[in-house]
């Protein structure tokens, strides 16, 4: 017996039965002897099935499959079980899988590409990491925020203001009546720990409770300071106390409003002050 | 097809001792050998392929206790032959052509002796899948993912980014879909037993 290479075009043609004798016998013998052969042959006839299922195949090797690949349960059965893998590589199958093996299909594509996946892992990270970073000191910003208004809350309270007095470090009007708006500068000692003011009141209305906004010029973040209390002492002044660490040097806005007894905020006044450190 | 005379069990235990001296090792070649042999008798388009390796095997257990001192070569070589005389007296199927509307795949579903759904059939390839790694799932999905002229491309392609060749490849597309396959026949025979 002549040996010959076992070509992919000669294992497909044993297979739709275009060989004689003798070539034949060389394929099964090598079928059951060479592993090697042996699956490169079932790998050839899952091609031929697949080529059958994509409808590739010649009418007369169809017929000829049809004869040998599907003549029973268990052959037509293997040929649903193929099509149904098919159909979930092409996405074609139900939803459920189709969306998966969309989403395969993409991890797939970039997974097999090291020239994309690098890069796109890379930025991913660096993305990722900046996300982190930036959650991060937003939730310790917000975090360090609502400790301040809870100490400036404290600060301000009655019993607080109350148990523990002390001269207004600075005395500020409103600046519709004030004429040079610079003039009220806050030196803020190294050593100093609290600063109050007094914001001078001159509506006509009082109101039990006042809502201060402290803003620095040019810094969007403001503080809110409620339930402040006015001190009717030749006029109006409202009391406010803020710690020394919530003011560096640079020039600051409060706006006050009044709020009523339902929690209604009356008109605002304007003060400006510039802190020295 | 109808045995003529079962082989008795002192004489498949030759058989497998024949096979290879390490029983394990025979026993994964006698199911190797037996389903390589019904392969071949189904290329042959002989009809009842199982019955048909079922013969073989009575055949050489007649025989083996004489050609474990005779033979020389592979045993499995052995077998091929008888299995080839086998073929040469048998008929051959009778039915040589199917019409393709019996087995027309995309139509409706066609009724055998199972209850199996096309719905059934995904529930298992789900179920099967998860058998799989991540790696081999993917593997065999972006094998099969294109058709025609395309897949062949796409083929060559994949090879080169892996780094093998494409008839490696395609084994390692083919041994994964094996396998899928396999769980797939176990998972539906689990779901949709045979009612006749």
Redesign the interface.
Known sequence: MKERPMTDALIRD??L?KVDDEVR?EI??G???DSEA???I??AE??LI?DY??N?LTQAD??FF???Y??T?D????????????D????E??E??AVT?RW??F???I????FVVIPVAATLLVAITLFVVLLNQRAQEKNSLLALEQEIARLNSPSTLHAAPRSPDLILAPISVRGVENKNELAVGSDSSIVELRLVWLQKEDYPTYRAVVQQVGNEKSLVVSNLLGESDSGTKIRLRLPARALPHGLYRIRLAGVDAAGVTGPEEEYTFNVRR | MARNSPAPQESFNDVLAWLDADREKAAVMYVQLRHDLAKIFQWNRCIDPEGLTDEVFDRVAKKVRYLIHTFEGDPRLFFYGVARNLIKEVPKKMRTQVSLEDVDLGAAPIKDSRNETAELRDDCLQLCLKELSSERRELILAYYSREKQAKIDHRTEMARQLGISVETLRVKAHRIRSKLEQCMERCLNSKSPRED
């Not at chain 1, 059965?77 to 098919?86: D, G, N, P």
């Not at chain 1, 979930?88 to 996405?91: C, E, F, H, I, L």
């Open positions: 044993f297979l039965g016998q099964e013998s079928f059951i002897t042996h699956e490169r079932l790998a899952q091609d697949d299922l994509e590739t169809k017929e049809l004869s040998n599907a003549g349960a052959q037509k059965r293997r040929l649903r079980i193929s099509k149904t893998i098919k979930w590589a092409n996405g199958t139900t459920d899988v093996s395969n299909k991890r797939h594509q997974s097999l590409r090291p």
